[in-house]
């Protein structure tokens, strides 16, 4: 069974971080790119960023460039996003999703996680 499982979620004051984990299960994860997506409450689900097959591409909302960072690990078939200097703009659920491209529209994604919920307040 192919499956993507978040974890790493939580509640963080602002200007604080998290590290986000995204770990396959019944599948290679070198073989797909991965995409960051998050929903808040009432609005529509968003790309957040992506890394290609190898590692060497990577993208990024405007919103999040500078502040978060994408990497992956495909020995441990596992993405991470390193998330600092969070704002309360940032809450909602992030997803993590497989595709064979590397891109921010969540249209299309091949696989995705059931979500970790990241709420930023003080």
């Known amino acids: 069974q192919l499956q993507l499982v978040e974890s790493g979620g939580g509640l963080v004051q602002p200007g604080g971080s998290l590290r986000l984990s995204c770990s396959a299960f019944?599948?290679?994860?070198?073989?797909?790119?991965i995409g960051w997506f998050r929903q808040a409450p009432g609005k529509e689900r968003e790309g957040v960023s992506c890394?290609?097959?190898?590692?060497?591409?990577?993208e990024y909302a405007d919103s999040v460039k500078g502040r978060f960072t994408i990497s992956r690990d495909n020995a441990k078939k596992t993405v991470y996003l390193q998330m600092n200097s969070l704002k309360p703009e940032d809450t909602g659920v992030y997803y993590c999703?497989?595709?064979?491209?590397?891109?921010?529209?969540?249209?299309?994604?091949?696989?995705w996680g059931k979500g970790t919920l990241v709420s930023v307040s003080s």
């Open positions: 890394i290609a097959k190898s590692g060497g591409t990577t």
């Open positions: 019944g599948f290679a994860l070198d073989i797909h790119s």
């Open positions: 999703a497989a595709s064979q491209l590397c891109v921010l529209d969540y249209h299309g994604m091949d696989v």
